[in-house]
């Protein structure tokens, strides 16, 4: 998406929303209201803040962060593309409705995104459609253990402090809740009863609604619910992929202390691949490359002689950046 105009200056309301309201977001019959209140504005002050955001290029959605293969199935996968076709196969799995993120990155596997499907066998559908029309391999490269998902961003500086994850309660799910989440994967509509608005998509009570969303972020199946900011179009735009080959046995201490730096907006351990030996991956998000390095170089200095390998892949280029898909039938009618 192209940005119109500048970033917002830190002393704006736009700002203030897009910096203070990525978790707690109201689950309330008029949350606008309430975050007006908040602020020491008016509710239409807000509403149209958070439309001139959305339209400028800042603001991806409000909306819910869904722990991975709790609701469906997920993976993260990568592709070696030629440079010549890279465009041209970003746009095949750009196609696909169940792929949320794609990302060009410095590397030989060139090509990564996500995909994130109802089921298991939509998802290997997607991925054998994928392999099939582009002629090349897919690494499908799976979620073994999450140590920090939660990807908010500190907007002005380093963030106070890291909140420990929480465990998931994956009996907390109820039949249609998975409509709900797939009403909102493009966020809330930004008007004044959002809820009510949902609650008409899936033919139910607007209370419904929100009791579902609340047990579901207590559950731990929501990670957080609130705005998700575009954080290339803010300035945030030097992204690497670091990644390491552990010992199976040292997974869970590195990954772990690499969870709680500062500079580390995602940490897990995946699945290696035919040529890819990597099993542990942290995402580190700036505003300049050397500062990007210098949390990687931390990391490899805590890492020491138990990284085997490691690696560092910047992104290059976005090609799709939404919400987790839950309907993608309904999203590819």
């Not at 009791?211 to 998700?228: D, K, N, T, Y």
């Not at 210098?294 to 890492?303: E, G």
Request: hydrophobic share 50%; proline share 5%; with cysteine.
């Amino acid at each position: 998406m192209t940005v119109s105009r500048a970033i917002p200056d830190p002393v704006s309301l736009e700002f203030r929303l897009l910096n203070g309201w990525q978790r707690g977001f109201p689950l309330t019959r008029t949350p606008f209201a309430h975050i007006a209140a908040t602020e020491g504005v008016t509710e239409a002050d807000v509403l149209t803040a958070f439309r001139r955001l959305g339209a400028d290029g800042f603001l991806s959605r409000i909306g819910a962060i869904v722990a991975p293969n709790v609701v469906g199935a997920s993976t993260l996968a990568a592709m070696a593309v030629p440079p010549g076709r890279v465009e041209q196969v970003a746009a095949l799995v750009n196609a696909e409705p169940c792929v949320n993120h794609n990302y060009e990155r410095e590397n030989r596997l060139n090509l990564w995104f996500v995909a994130a499907a109802p089921d298991e066998a939509t998802l290997a559908a997607t991925l054998a459609r994928i392999e099939s029309r582009s002629g090349l391999a897919v690494r499908d490269l799976r979620l073994r253990r999450p140590f920090h998902l939660d990807l908010g961003f500190s907007l002005n500086g380093p963030a106070a402090g890291k909140l420990a994850p929480s465990a998931i309660d994956a009996s907390a799910l109820q039949p249609g809740d998975t409509a709900i989440l797939a009403a909102i994967e493009d966020g809330v509509p930004v008007v004044a009863r959002p809820f009510a608005a949902v609650a008409t998509i899936v033919d139910r009570d607007e209370t419904e609604i929100m009791q579902r969303l609340s047990a579901l972020l207590v559950a731990g199946i929501i990670r957080r619910f609130g705005v998700i900011v575009r954080h290339r179009a803010l300035g945030i735009a030097a992204n690497a992929m670091a990644v390491w080959d552990v010992a199976d046995s040292d997974v869970e201490r590195l990954g772990s202390a690499f969870a709680a730096e500062p500079g580390v907006t995602l940490c897990y351990a995946r699945d290696r691949a035919f040529d890819w030996l990597y099993n542990l991956y942290c995402m580190v998000h700036a505003r300049q490359r050397a500062q990007a390095q210098k949390t990687i170089s931390w990391l490899n200095s805590i890492a020491g002689e138990a990284a085997r390998s490691s690696d560092v892949l910047f992104s290059t280029r976005c090609f799709k950046q939404t919400g987790a898909r839950f309907a993608p039938a309904r999203r590819a009618a």
